[in-house]
Nanobody, 120 residues
């Protein structure tokens, strides 16, 4: 069955960095766009970034531009999100998802999320 498993979250100080990973299985990872979303405490789901199936096309929410980098390794069926210059507003549960209609936040599959907490 389709499975997406995020990892790499944790507690980091403001200004720090984290690299999230999402291991995919149960489908042909290399054929699909992949996305990262996040949900901060008490707030709605927010799209963060997406990447094309071949990794060439990338797009970011304004909140992520210049600080976050999405990438993928199709040989390893893994999606990544490098997050730099983190601040408290980045504290959220981060999800990876496959084959999404981003405007309506509908995706074929979702992971369970990995928690990122930015605090001193």
């Amino acid at each position: 069955q389709v499975q997406l498993v995020e990892s790499g979250g944790g507690l980091v100080q403001p200004g720090g960095s984290l690299r999230l990973s999402c291991a995919a299985s149960g489908f042909t990872f290399s054929r699909y766009y992949m996305s990262w979303f996040r949900q901060a405490p008490g707030k709605g789901l927010e799209w963060v970034s997406k990447i094309s199936s071949d990794g060439q096309d990338k797009d970011y929410a304004d909140s992520a531009k210049g600080r976050f980098t999405i990438s993928r390794d199709n040989a390893k069926n893994t999606l990544y999100l490098q997050m730099n210059t983190l601040n408290a507003e980045d504290t959220a549960l981060y999800y990876c998802a496959s084959n999404c209609n981003v405007p309506i936040m509908t995706c074929d599959a979702w992971g369970l999320g990995t928690q990122v907490t930015v605090s001193s």
